[in-house]
Structures are given as structure tokens and as C-alpha cells.
């Protein structure tokens, strides 16, 4: 798959960094690169890379597998950047040696379903970042992680729309579908988004898609009666589906089976709520 990028676009990445920042996330990449550590960079430099719509953050976004995890830390702990594991589910941090900026070192999505695998380096799209080649995570899984994000401070969807209209056309559809897997909902919500904000555009969605996910839908309905009680509210947001499980007696949906976190991975999550608004 080519990337959706131009010229213009990689000099606004590199000159809206602050000099300090840039050697940061260069050093780091270069750390890694030695340190034979597999990565790829996400967050705001591969999303404005498919989309083109540029934004200055104070962190760099680089994926890696969980088993990968250790050797990274190590690395960059011998460049010089202090490390921790944030949240085992999912996130760990190296910072640069004045605090000011830091790099997320992800392995998984914040709610335990988007895990890092072979399959996200197999289908990375090659790139240069900050001059330096680098390869980006594949619009497949950038859309994956993204779709679970519906905070009340924080939601997704517009990403999602924005992605969808960029490369709509180049997605593999048959991969995109099994990552969502048992949560298809999901996606079909934000396809259905994407047809009210962009409606002379709904044609990018291939009619096959819409009519395996509506044909899905119809089938489910109604739904069959379950043994417990389930809200998998709690995948689409850590905070606001908390009633639901902890006055409500309904079951967290992050738990197995149709989860894969653990109760001390939720409450280390929700205890972190407070300091990350």
C-alpha cells in the first residue's frame, strides 16, 4: 500500500518539532535500530502521514510487541532514557532526560484487545520520519486501536472518518473485518458515522462490507438470552460504563471471555483515571 504523503506534509512533521524533541525521537529510533529492537511509529506522525493533517505533540508513539518489550526498555536505558512500565496491560515510557518530552512505548490498546502482533509488522507501510526510514503502523490497525476510543474527553470517530476518507479504497476490508472480530459492531458504527458526515463519499465503503455487517446485525436480532449479565461498555470507555459494573451488577466486558484484561489490570486502569484527564 502507498503512503498518503507529500513533501509539504514530512517538512510540517519536522518543523513544527521543537529541536529538543526532534533529537529525542531520533536518538531513540537510532537506539532501537542498534539494539536490533523491531518497531514501528504511530500516534500523530503516521496519521498525518495517511491523512495529512499534521498535530505537535509532546510524545512519539512507537508499537512494539510485548515480547520485544525488555530489550527496548534496555536499549534505550543505555542511551541514556529513563524507562517504565506504565501499564503492564499495554504501555510503557522512556523520557527524555529533562522530563519535558517522553516516547509511549505500546504493545497493546488501553483495553486489552488491540494486542501488537506479527501481523501489524507484516502489513507496515515504509516511510520516512524525521529523516529517517522508518516503517508506520498499516491503516488497518491505526483504524482497530482507534475505534474503542469514546471517552468524554477523548473520542476517535473524527480519526476514523478522516482515515476512511484517505484510504478508504486501499484498505484491506477481509483483514480489517477478522481484527474487529466478535466487536463488528464497532466498526459498523463508525462506517454508518462515516456515511452521515461524508454523504457523497459512501461509496468508499465497499457494498460487500456494509452488507456482510448489516446481514450480521440482522441475524443478532434479538439478542440470544446469556447466562450473566454483560457490559462491554467498559471496552469503548474506562470510565463512564463504571455504574454499569460496579452498581449494576453487570460483568466487565475487558474480562475473559470477551475480554483480556484481569480485575488487577482494570483497577489499575480505573485508579488511573484521575491523573491522565
Known sequence: MMPLTNSHETELDETILDKEARLFYCSAMEALERGKVPFLVGGAFAFSRYTGIVRHTKDFDIFLKFEDLPQARQTLEQAGYRTELTFPHWLAKAYHPQGEYFI?????SGNGIARVDNAWFEYAVDETVLEQP?????????????????????????????LLRAC???????????????????????????????????????????????????????????????????????EQ????????????????????????EIAQWTEAISTHK
Open 241 to 264: 460504563y463504571l455504574v454499569d459494573t460496579h452498581d449494576w451488577g453487570y460483568k466487565d466486558g475487558r474480562l475473559p471471555p470477551t475480554g483480556h484484561m484481569n480485575e488487577e
Open 104 to 108: 509511549d512505548l505500546i504493545f497493546c
Open 168 to 238: 478508504a479504497e486501499k484498505i484491506n476490508w477481509t483483514r480489517l473485518l477478522a481484527r474487529f472480530d466478535e466487536q463488528w459492531r464497532v466498526l459498523l458504527s463508525h462506517l454508518v458515522l462515516f456515511g452521515f458526515i461524508y454523504p457523497e463519499l459512501t461509496n468508499k465503503i465497499p457494498a460487500r462490507v456494509m452488507d456482510y455487517l448489516m446481514e450480521k446485525l440482522r441475524r443478532s436480532q434479538p439478542a440470544p438470552a446469556r447466562a450473566e449479565k454483560v457490559c462491554q461498555g467498559t471496552l469503548v470507555s474506562r
Open 134 to 162: 522508518v516503517k508506520i503502523l498499516p491503516p488497518e490497525e491505526i483504524i482497530w486501536s482507534k475505534a474503542f476510543i469514546m471517552e468524554r474527553e477523548r473520542y476517535d470517530g473524527a480519526d476514523i472518518a478522516h
